[in-house]
């Protein structure tokens, strides 16, 4: 089936600081994209989502943006704190259904 | 008040026995799915019902087997259990296909 990439696989910032996580997709049918945060031991939860009628979506400190002709759709936290340290997942969504493989983020207090 | 439930939370078992989980849905979403996830966090779709009917069937052992008695139930069925097997599966579900999803707790198969 069709993949997600997403990068970087770890990303260390300091409390405060921005944290970009990026994902490609290949899958021209995908049309929903969201985003899940998973923090140790738990289940993912959606934090943000876009679908593609739109390119841009924020929601206090985090933002997605989507760029449909490139395929490619990215994650923004903005003023990280030490509770936003878990791993995050991006998703394609469309005639298939894939995840990339994960960004685990740690912010440093 | 649940949304979504899966039992058992941890299952430890010796290869080659059959086991079962068992997932619960209270939200009336139509959708459910199934994702394994390795030991190297790589979450991966197994299966999708929709009303009853799988509509995702990925390339997963014959040894898989998902049921759906009803549209807020999708259980997983394993036969033959190998050590490859062992790894957290979480079930889901959302309102229609390709909407929002929202996961179970997981559950944490162990295979010795």
């Known amino acids: 089936g069709e993949n997600v990439e997403q990068h970087p696989s770890t990303l260390s910032v300091q409390e405060g600081d921005s944290a970009v996580i990026k994902c490609t997709y290949s899958d021209s049918a995908s049309n929903y994209f969201p985003w899940y945060k998973q923090e140790l031991g738990k289940r993912p939860q959606l934090i943000i989502d876009i679908r593609s009628n739109v390119g841009e979506k924020k929601d206090q400190r985090i933002a997605v943006t989507l760029n449909k002709t490139a395929k490619h759709f990215s994650l923004h936290i903005t003023e990280t704190q030490p509770e936003d340290s878990a791993v995050y997942f991006c998703a394609a969504i469309g005639g298939d259904m894939r995840f990339g493989a994960g960004t685990r983020l740690t912010v440093k207090p | 008040d649940t949304a979504v439930s899966q039992t058992p939370k941890y299952l430890v078992t010796q290869m080659g026995n059959d086991k079962s989980i068992k997932c619960e849905q209270n939200l009336g979403h139509d959708t459910m799915y199934w994702y394994k996830q390795d030991s190297k966090k790589f979450l991966k779709i197994m299966f999708s019902?929709?009303?009853?009917?799988?509509?995702i069937n990925e390339t997963v052992p014959n040894r898989f087997s998902p049921k759906s008695p009803d549209k807020a139930h999708l259980n997983l069925h394993i036969n033959s259990l190998e050590l490859g097997d062992s790894a957290v599966y979480f079930c889901?579900?959302?309102?229609?296909?390709?909407?929002?999803?929202?996961f179970g707790p997981g559950t944490r198969l162990t295979v010795t």
């Open positions: 019902y929709n009303n009853k009917e799988l509509i």
């Open positions: 889901a579900s959302s309102r229609r296909r390709g909407g929002e999803q929202y």
